[in-house]
């Protein structure tokens, strides 16, 4: 029987390996059909004044061959993945020392970032903006990846939180520290404006009036022209001290590096909104990985699991539901505090949809329910763009064909699992009081 099987498998080896290399030719073809327009006709302005038509085959066939070899790798890939797995117990254990060796590396490595050899202000800042995708992702896989509630309007809370801090710092000339706080809470409140109209709403629905929501606050914003100055934004927002210094390039008294007898330079500002920003992030992450061991966490999970044996269970939907969206609003109003207060200038423009999609991405990407899968996605993503800068018109078509490749080998994300919130130990003998039998 042995024989007869491998002489069979034997058989099938040159079929399977056939049609393998008929889906790469289609699937060259396809691209070649979309390369060719897009990419191999190009409009370009002539020297004599006019328009001009640059034809660029070369790069047409490149974009195809990797199309090719693309495809053969991932049937590769495919044919590997349905063999011989290890125990699932295995990969879990496995997956859970990688996630214990990677995470203390990339905290050690983000707070040491400023003290590299070689770390300039464009580090910093790309540092600064990466955090602060990271904050925000962690806010909202509180709404999608912890309660599962789709939304797609979260850009409104971080454009809340912005414009609460830059109407109450320029009109009643209050402090970061003071108005930080006050800019979570009206996010928070916000959230629970939303959150109350989609009660009932679920999947499809629901994405659709988040969506609704996020715009309806950017329209707001760009018309309501006596109070954020609508399409102008708001300019000289304050910049935050540190207890009291101010950071100046010139010195001078009550500076920072007066007090501590130090050179100016404008790096301090930028090295203390870095520290800023990744102390605002670790405490959303550690108020999310807190709430998960919670009631509550336990109940945003269980939500997002089945919501009608959520209700047969006795927990309170609405209730649930709305800590979720104003929990998840406040880290985003946090985050759109820092936000202003960085640039110094806000503007509708800032929050568009296009938003919500990269911070949905990023915490889908990660693995919905992931901290650190969110960390490394928001990473790849938001640090990606910037490695690809150089490819011009290039760069959203490797970034695009990055994330269909990521989806295609990690569906569930790129930390798929976690440790399991409740999880059962050894087993344990019950008291007889308290078994209706009598005995443990």
Known sequence: MSSATAAASAAQRPSAGAAALKDAVLTALIALGLFAPIVGLRTDVSPTGGLMLRQRWGDVAILVGLAFAGRLALLAWR???DGPKPASAGRAAAL?????FVTPVMLVLAVALPFVP???????DLGILVLTYVMLGWGLNIVVGLAGLLDLGYVAFYAVG???YALLATTFGLSFWICLPLA???AAFWGVLLGFPVLRLRGDYLAIVTLAFGEIIRIVLTNWVSLTNGPNGITSIPRPTFFGLTFSAGGGPGSFADFFGIEPSPTHRVVFLYYLILALALLTNWVSIRLRRQPLGRAWEALREDEIACRALGINVTTT????FALGAMFAGFAGSFFATRQGFISPESFTFIESAIILAIVVLGGMGSQIGIAIAALV???GF??????DEYRMLVFGGAMVLIMVARPRGLVGSRTPTVALGERKTIGAEHVAEGRG
Do not use: H, N, P, S
Request: aromatic share 8%; no cysteine; proline share 0%.
């Open 184 to 186: 979570g809470i009206l």
């Open 381 to 383: 993503m938001i640090g």
């Open 96 to 100: 859970r020392k990688a996630g214990a």
């Open 386 to 391: 910037e490695v690809f800068r150089d490819l």
């Open 118 to 124: 070689g770390t300039g202000r464009y580090e910093l």
């Open 321 to 324: 539901k709305l800590t979720a």
């Open 79 to 81: 044919a590997m993945r």
């Open 162 to 164: 912005a414009y609460a």
